[in-house]
């Protein structure tokens, strides 16, 4: 009885059929003493057990307040059941906000530090105005306007690529003055055909996972090929623009302690940090973390590809450090999105954990396992593969697998497990 695992409650809101699922992994055999009761309120189960009480918040009001709920198998150590929820309910999980900071959250004029040690690295009112990328493969889109743009017929493509590049963007460019008048006005967002896309002095741009801005705006910077120890705060002694050509980015680390914030990319000469390593005074007050930065970027591909399916692959433009890693090089994770917008509560979950939330969690629940980086590379390469390629730097993927084990804890035993594939849950 000593050693007896610790019970766990986990319940999870089913919007689509306006139940909650709950189950409860007891550590041990259920027998007479084992009782689950939910409040009066409806807002909580309660579990007694060998002398012991647990509690759990649901994430949403059920309608059988203070009903004992029946042990269909006495003597099982995994019990569940389907609670129906109350009549004023909002179930309404999967049409939840999945962006994190976008052009109209952050404030003007705001300072950008390092999340590590608060270092500025954008000083208070450089950034005039923020500005949103168009999508998270603004890069990849670009970079095929650039060599697809309209009026240019001396290019090498056929008049059939022109054709549907042309009408992919806008009729009106079909003539030299109409393309040139949108180069004109795309060149202003900073995102012109002539240049693919360009930093502004003063503007920051926003996509799902970073910030991007003009060199000169920033300061408090080591650029480096490998690590901060082999770096500089002038790029051009590491690395000078005709470089471009054998090296497409850089590492980008605070100078005070040494994080790793982001990349310098030639193609767009510009530091680009990554939101999870930032902060930066927001409408929402809020910072985001890895966690929320990748779920938000796997709701966007779904929306986008229609695909559920994505491989974290690592971003390869600079060049390795010394360290060895494993996941994101030699083995790749692989996700396959299950439900893009549960809410749940756990009893492995502590409030410290989830700050903020009353009832529940909004999250991502997932598969995820890992493949070798051969296989990632044919599902890349089949013309039949569904999975998509989401780009984080190693440790990144790294700290995201630490995550989704932690994540697997929280599920009941019997539930953590899909034939090759682990379950896990991604903060929204």
């Known amino acids: 009885m000593t050693s007896e695992t610790a019970p766990l409650l986990y319940a999870e809101l089913l919007s689509n059929i306006r139940q909650i699922s709950l189950a409860i992994s007891l550590g041990s055999a259920s027998d007479a003493s084992t009782q689950v009761v939910v409040a009066a309120d409806g807002e909580n189960v309660e579990l007694k057990h060998h002398g012991q009480s647990h509690t759990l918040r649901l994430p949403s009001k059920v309608a ?65 105005v923020w500005k949103d990328l168009p999508s998270e493969n603004w890069a990849e889109m670009m970079e095929f306007w650039h060599c697809h743009k309209p009026g240019d017929h001396d290019h090498d493509h056929d008049d059939h690529h022109h054709h549907d590049k042309s009408n992919a963007v806008s009729a009106s460019q079909t003539s030299g003055q109409g393309a040139k008048a949108d180069d004109m006005s795309l060149a202003a967002r900073g995102y012109g055909a002539s240049s693919v896309i360009s930093a502004q002095q003063s503007v920051g741009f926003v996509d799902l996972t970073t910030l991007l801005f003009v060199e000169q705006d920033c300061s408090n910077i080591t650029y480096s090929l490998s690590t901060p120890e082999h770096g500089s705060p002038d790029r051009q002694a590491v690395a000078p623009d005709e470089s471009s050509s054998q090296i497409r980015s850089l590492n980008v680390f605070c100078s005070s302690c ?16 990554l939101k999870w390593q930032i902060s930066c005074d927001s409408v929402s007050n809020l910072n985001p973390g890895l966690e929320e930065c990748l779920a938000a970027t796997l709701v966007s591909t779904i929306a986008r590809s229609g695909s559920s399916k994505s491989l974290l692959l690592p971003i390869t433009e600079t060049i390795a450090t010394t360290e060895e890693d494993v996941i994101g090089k030699d083995k790749v994770v692989h996700i396959w999105v299950l439900n893009s917008g549960i809410v749940y509560s756990s009893s492995a979950e502590t409030a410290a954990t989830r700050p903020g939330a009353r009832s529940g969690t909004l999250a991502i629940k997932l598969l995820y396992r890992l493949v070798p980086r051969e296989e990632a590379d044919r599902m890349l390469d089949s013309l039949t593969g569904d999975a998509q390629e989401v780009n984080l730097p190693v440790k990144a993927i790294q700290e995201v697998m630490q995550h989704l084990d932690r994540s697997n804890s929280l599920l009941p035993t019997t539930e953590r497990v899909f034939k090759e594939w682990k379950v896990g849950l991604l903060r929204r």
Not at 87 to 116: F, I, N, P, Y
Not at 121 to 126: A, F, G, H, T, Y
Not at 258 to 273: E, I, P, S
Request: hydrophobic share 40%; aromatic share 6%; charged share 15%.
């Open 64 to 128: 059988l307040g203070g009903a004992i709920l029946p042990i269909q198998r006495p003597g099982a150590s995994a019990l569940s059941w389907r609670l129906p929820l109350g009549q004023a309910t909002d179930t309404d999980a999967s049409s939840a906000e999945s962006s994190t900071w976008t052009a109209t959250d952050l404030k003007a004029g705001s300072q950008v530090a390092c999340r590590q040690c608060q270092a500025v690295v954008v000083n208070q009112d450089v950034v005039k």
């Open 258 to 273: 040494q994080a790793h914030l982001g990349f310098y990319n030639f193609r767009t000469a510009a530091v680009t940090l």
